[in-house]
């Protein structure tokens, strides 16, 4: 039996940073923008893959909506709880650390998040739009008092409801529930993807309302994501791998590049 003619996997995954590369490095004004898969190889499940994702453990409309906040606090501050503890002992990856180190070269002008990790900045990043919000802080939904998270937590582990010093309002972590209005991270993502040459997505299934629709802003488009997207045949380069590997190797190809010794035209 003839052997099968099997693509060279990693060759063709060069090519693609390659060609990234050169975009990038062509690109006046590029964003980054990252979904929950550019923090899975930091220990944290994201929503959707098959078999790790939380979808498959929980229903996030269940905890994490603003519904749950107010009719279960209970059970949405023990979420809240294990969530922060999960992110707290997770480490920023190659992924994280490659974008960090492309801002730093002025390869990345804005970088984008969904996720409400932090790991980014703990990476490095500058210039980052939190446009899911974070779990630093916490607010009272009465009068607007904020407050460190940790001391929230504490509530938490005490078996109490955070609530407010000032007023006794219940205090709400400062990340975007299901239901939620977005906050202005998001008009200022908006703006900066249609002033770019250049949009990365990393990570992102790009399924979820209303970031998914900042690649259609996009002039020039790049995806690095495990599997498919619904953006991917519009994109102009897409490497379907792990994001600390392309990442890590996007910022080689790019130092190797204004080296003048890397990729050619
Ligand atoms: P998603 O779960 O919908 O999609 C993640 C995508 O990443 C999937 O398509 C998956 O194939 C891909 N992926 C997984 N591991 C990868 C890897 N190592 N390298 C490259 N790709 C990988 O996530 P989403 O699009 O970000 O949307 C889910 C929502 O849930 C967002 O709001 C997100 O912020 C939030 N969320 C955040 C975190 C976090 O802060 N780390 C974790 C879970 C969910």
Known sequence: MPERDVPDESSSISHEVAELARMLTRAGKCVVLTGAGISTESGIP????PGT???TQVDPMEVLSATAFRTRPEAFYQFILNLCETLQAASPND???AVARLEELGCVDVLVTQNI???HQR???RNVLEVHGHLRTGTCVKCGRSYDMGGVLDAV???ELPRCSACKGMIKPDVVLFEDPLPIDFVLAQQAVIESDLLIAVGSSLEVA???YLPALASHLAIINLMPTGYDSRAEVVIHDRAGRALSA???AVRLGSDGNGYSE
């Open 46 to 49: 994201d929503f959707r893959s």
């Open 53 to 55: 994702g939380l979808w």
């Open 95 to 97: 992924g994280h650390r």
């Open 117 to 119: 990790d932090g790991l």
């Open 123 to 125: 990476a490095g990043s």
């Open 157 to 159: 582990r005490r078996g």
């Open 210 to 212: 209303p970031v998914c």
């Open 250 to 252: 996007l910022l080689d």
